[in-house]
């Protein structure tokens, strides 16, 4: 009987009440994934110019020869790419991703503009810089974004190719790491790997964790 009361109560709960609060927690979710990206950029990565990704190699690269902020410097090396994107992955992916960027941009030069903090010992600083921004792009694709950068055009470098998308990535941004090493230091292509390491095991944590014991109405949203 308490079977048929619970069932009875289940079927009262309205579907669009059940669709706004997915939709609430994947957008909370967008948006805590983009700040936590932006912020380990700013206050961990950026100042040790280690870059967390392809995008944030050129990022540091633009503002090391031009002086630009590193959240405008972000944003332009992004946008660059989003027409491609609009074109092969479409509007809604495309869109969450644009959010995510313009928001992590922001947060960077918020933070890069308006605190002066003391630099960390680097160890400290990549170790931490790694975990936040690891958690901050796994809860994007949880949220059916994207960190934006150099994904987009790996995906379509792989998918013309028929080659490893994670390989093609990789050779990308280990170009950039290169490239950023040889103008800046040399031991920055070895942090950047470090970093990379370690940000891709959060984000694989973070995505394949079972979220639905903690958040019942957060689901892996998948195109």
């Known amino acids: 009987m308490g079977k048929g009361k619970r ?4 079927k009262n709960v309205p579907e669009g009440s059940s669709g706004l609060i997915k939709a609430s927690v994947s957008f909370f979710c967008l948006l805590l994934g983009a700040v936590l990206q ?3 950029m700013a ?3 950026f100042p040790h110019s280690v870059p967390s990704g392809g995008a944030a190699g050129l990022a540091i690269l633009i503002h090391h020869w031009f002086r630009l902020n590193h959240g405008i410097s972000l944003w332009l090396v992004n946008a660059f790419f989003f027409l491609f994107a609009l074109r092969h992955f479409g ?4 869109f969450r991703t644009i959010f995510s960027v313009a928001l992590a941009s922001f ?6 503009g308006q605190m002066r903090l003391p630099h960390g010992p680097l160890p ?3 170790f931490a810089g790694s975990v936040i921004f690891g958690a901050g792009v796994g809860l994007l694709i949880r949220a059916g974004a994207s960190s934006g950068g150099m994904v987009i055009p790996a995906l379509l470098i792989a998918e ?8 093609v990535l990789f050779g990308i941004n280990l170009f950039i790491y290169l490239l950023t090493s040889f103008v800046i230091d040399y031991k920055i292509v070895l942090y950047a790997i470090l970093c990379q390491f370690l940000s891709s095991r959060i984000i694989d944590f973070v995505f394949r964790w079972d979220w639905a014991g903690l958040l019942p109405a957060f689901r892996r949203r998948r195109r």
Do not use: C, H, Q, V
Request: no cysteine; net charge positive; aromatic share 16%.
């Open 91 to 94: 509007y809604m992916w495309t």
């Open 160 to 167: 013309r190719k028929n080659w490893s998308p994670g390989k």
């Open 7 to 10: 069932n009875d109560r289940e």
């Open 124 to 126: 400290f600083d990549l």
């Open 43 to 45: 206050l961990f990565l």
């Open 107 to 112: 947060t960077i030069s918020t933070l890069s």
């Open 38 to 40: 932006g912020a380990a």
